[in-house]
């Protein structure tokens, strides 16, 4: 746990409750440590700028879930990454991990990462999915349909 | 499946030290000088390099395609001989 202060006992709190999400979420978009470290700092940024005041802990968790996701998308939105980076279509074997199945989840489309994440990590239902995400119930099933197909085709027959 | 989905994911944790890194850092006042400074040498080398590259330009058409001498090869003295 990390304490600096008793000025910032409220936020740091917060942090420690919510730094491992952010980061994991980060993490999945940005797949390398240093851009997903500053990914989860902006979003914590957003959050004392914005100060938003929470009805409860799933209301706070949903915020950062959905902050953390918006942030990272809007950096791919640049010009500057949507010329540099690569294609998501490209298999990337990535340095930080040795999983294969992460590994498999992290080349995934961004647009099926997020629906994945939040069902088979979070325990979300596809209606709290679509609820958090302001996306019909409908598209969220497709994506993850979509994301799951992909998934098995990549790890093989495996048990649901 | 779910089980290996959900390990892997769980798998993405912050070591302490990063942790307290990143903390630190979303406390630390930024500063803002750096951005404006590096706009202005930017946008005054950008001037320089417009200035150098498009002031020397030869106006080609009105020469027929032939560079203007600016040399002067002190020619003035020269006979011409009659053959």
Partial sequence: MISLGCANSEFESIYNRNVEMVYRI??????????????????????????????????????????????????????????????NEFE??????????????LNLP???????????????????????????????????LKGRQLLKEKIGSLEE | MKEKIYNSLNSIIPSETQKENMFKNILKPKKKNGGYIYKTCMMFSCFIMAFVLFSDKIDVENNNGVMPRTVNYNCEDVEEIDE
């Fill in chain 1, 92 to 105: 990337v074997s990535f340095k930080d991990t040795k999983d294969e199945t992460l590994n498999y989840v």
């Fill in chain 1, 26 to 87: 980060c993490y999945m978009y940005m797949k390398n440590k240093d851009d997903a470290e500053d990914m989860v700092q902006n979003t914590f940024i957003k959050y004392l700028k914005y100060n938003p005041t929470f009805e409860n802990l799933e209301h706070e968790k949903a915020w950062f879930i959905v902050t953390s996701t918006n942030n990272c998308k809007n950096h791919f939105k640049t010009w500057w990454h949507k010329n540099t980076y690569l294609d």
């Fill in chain 1, 110 to 144: 961004n647009k099926y990462k997020q629906v994945i994440y939040m069902y088979y990590y979070e325990g979300y239902s596809t209606i709290e999915i679509a609820r958090l995400l302001n996306i019909k119930e409908t598209t969220i099933r497709t994506q993850l």
